[in-house]
């Protein structure tokens, strides 16, 4: 059974940093991301990237500001966040699609996940 183990979350200060880790195993996924839920809104996009080729995605509302990368090695994806905001405050969802060949155009989209990690808190103070 296929297992995604999240940790890293915490409370931080507004421009500060924290790295999210996710930890997959019992299969290989073609791609991970991260989403996020924050309090009265709908899980939205964050961060994607392609197992294999290391493709990364990113919603416009983080790019230039977190990172996300994989170690093969350790099955791990992480989600480097850098100058946080308050807005950035919420459940973080580390996801894995097992179908290879997702497309771009769909690899923002929640139902494209087979597996979801339970989530991680990230709060930043203003």
């Known amino acids: 059974q296929a297992q995604l183990v999240e940790s890293g979350g915490g409370l931080v200060q507004a421009g500060g940093s924290l790295r999210l880790s996710c930890a997959g195993s019992?299969?290989?996924?073609?791609?991970m991301g991260w989403f996020r839920q924050a309090p009265g809104k709908e899980r939205e996009f964050a961060a994607a990237?392609?197992?294999?080729?290391?493709?990364?995605y990113y919603a416009n509302s983080v790019k230039g500001r977190f990172t996300i990368s994989r170690d093969n090695a350790k099955n791990t994806v992480y989600l480097q966040m850098n100058s946080l905001k308050p807005e950035d405050t919420a459940v973080y969802y580390c996801?894995?699609?097992?179908?290879?060949?997702?497309?771009?155009?769909?690899?923002?989209?929640?139902?494209?996940?087979?597996?979801w990690g339970q989530g991680t808190q990230v709060t930043v103070s203003s």
């Open positions: 996801a894995a699609a097992a179908a290879s060949g997702l497309r771009v155009g769909v690899i923002s989209a929640a139902p494209s996940y087979d597996y």
């Open positions: 019992g299969r290989t996924f073609d791609v």
């Open positions: 990237i392609r197992w294999t080729i290391g493709s990364a």
